[in-house]
């Protein structure tokens, strides 16, 4: 017997929820062979649409070829409007998606266009599409090598508050070389201002060397010495802070488990348990399909 509600959703309801569950699983699950696909066509489609801006931007080439690269931008444009509206409407978690940093980054991937469209002197405007390049990282899934990525991203966001004390201690290297080499090489040497020691402290601690700005005097040349050596030891020590971090993290590892073959909804991120029901970053409901869970489950 019919009851109201199904009487009130109508016959066309279940075959919406069917392929709004399809487009969900294509689009945020990488465990089946249309979902490999959609990640790497949109990959490619990001590429080549970065490619156009970049080559669009060269003058000669702008004039030769404007109206090809217009119309590029607009097919570019079509297809991630597409995709940006398809993963408001298969996402439960709208309202998450668009206030998530992966969904304001799609929603400025294709501003640009319609502002250029509307106001051409804002035409420029397009290259912001650059940060859709970030979404690269989401082809390691298919390599299986994401979870080490949050693995190295993890270890990042634990030994910052290290790195960042750390840093503290450079600049105040930097500036004690700088005042030095200021008080010993002069203007005369071109080094006129404390600034402009900076600039030379950094330069020459982080072992880049430009040139352009060299020590004359003997005391100038031992203390940029000096400073050579400084710069060496120096770059050992967050290489070792993060490696630490790293071998810690490899060691905890408990459970051999694969990750579930679902990127959250709202950060993008993968990597989690099997029986996981939020994500371990931002803590957003997964939503994960039954199916996609119990194929995880058998592996």
């Given at each position: 017997?019919?009851?109201e509600?199904?009487?009130?959703?109508?016959?066309?309801?279940?075959?919406?929820?069917?392929?709004r569950?399809?487009?969900?699983?294509?689009?945020?699950g990488?465990?089946?062979r249309?979902?490999?696909?959609?990640?790497i066509?949109?990959?490619v489609?990001?590429?080549?649409?970065?490619?156009v801006?970049?080559?669009?931007?060269?003058?000669?080439?702008h004039?030769?070829?404007?109206?090809?690269?217009?119309k590029c931008e607009?097919?570019?444009?079509?297809?991630?409007?597409?995709?940006y509206v398809?993963r408001?409407?298969?996402?439960?978690h709208?309202?998450a998606y668009?206030l998530?940093?992966?969904?304001?980054?799609?929603?400025?991937a294709?501003?640009?266009t319609?502002i250029a469209?509307?106001m051409?002197?804002?035409?420029?405007?397009?290259v912001?599409?650059?940060l859709?390049?970030?979404?690269?990282f989401?082809?390691?899934?298919l390599?299986?090598?994401f979870?080490?990525?949050?693995?190295?991203l993890?270890?990042l966001?634990?030994?910052?508050?290290?790195?960042?004390?750390?840093?503290?201690?450079v600049?105040?290297?930097?500036?004690?070389?700088?005042?030095?080499m200021y008080?010993?090489e002069?203007?005369?040497s071109?080094f006129?201002?404390?600034?402009?020691?900076?600039?030379w402290?950094?330069?020459?601690?982080?072992?880049?060397?430009?040139?352009?700005?060299?020590?004359?005097?003997?005391?100038?040349?031992?203390?940029?010495?000096?400073?050579?050596?400084v710069?060496y030891?120096i770059?050992?020590?967050?290489?070792a802070?993060i490696?630490?971090?790293?071998?810690?993290?490899?060691?905890?590892?408990?459970s051999p488990d694969?990750?579930l073959?679902?990127?959250?909804?709202?950060c993008?991120?993968q990597?989690h348990?099997?029986?996981?029901?939020h994500c371990?970053?931002c803590?957003?409901e997964?939503?994960?399909?039954?199916?996609?869970?119990e194929?995880?489950?058998?592996?």
């Amino acid at each position: 017997m019919t009851t109201e509600a199904e009487k009130t959703e109508g016959p066309n309801s279940g075959a919406g929820d069917t392929l709004r569950h399809q487009l969900e699983v294509i689009i945020f699950g990488t465990s089946t062979r249309a979902g490999r696909n959609f990640d790497i066509a949109l990959l490619v489609l990001i590429l080549a649409s970065v490619v156009v801006v970049m080559i669009d931007s060269v003058p000669h080439i702008h004039a030769a070829y404007e109206d090809i690269f217009w119309k590029c931008e607009i097919f570019f444009t079509a297809v991630f409007t597409a995709e940006y509206v398809t993963r408001i409407w298969c996402t439960q978690h709208r309202r998450a998606y668009l206030l998530s940093f992966w969904g304001v980054i799609d929603l400025l991937a294709i501003l640009p266009t319609y502002i250029a469209i509307l106001m051409p002197e804002a035409a420029p405007l397009v290259v912001v599409r650059l940060l859709r390049v970030v979404r690269v990282f989401r082809i390691l899934r298919l390599m299986s090598l994401f979870t080490e990525l949050n693995e190295i991203l993890s270890a990042l966001r634990n030994t910052a508050r290290s790195i960042f004390v750390f840093l503290i201690m450079v600049m105040v290297v930097v500036v004690v070389f700088a005042c030095v080499m200021y008080v010993i090489e002069g203007a005369g040497s071109g080094f006129e201002s404390i600034p402009m020691s900076i600039y030379w402290a950094v330069v020459t601690i982080t072992t880049v060397g430009y040139g352009d700005l060299v020590p004359q005097t003997p005391a100038g040349r031992f203390v940029a010495g000096f400073g050579m050596l400084v710069g060496y030891s120096i770059i050992a020590v967050p290489t070792a802070i993060i490696t630490r971090e790293l071998w810690e993290r490899i060691n905890q590892r408990q459970s051999p488990d694969p990750p579930l073959p679902w990127n959250c909804p709202v950060c993008a991120k993968q990597g989690h348990s099997v029986d996981a029901l939020h994500c371990k970053y931002c803590g957003s409901e997964l939503d994960v399909p039954r199916d996609i869970r119990e194929r995880a489950q058998k592996t």
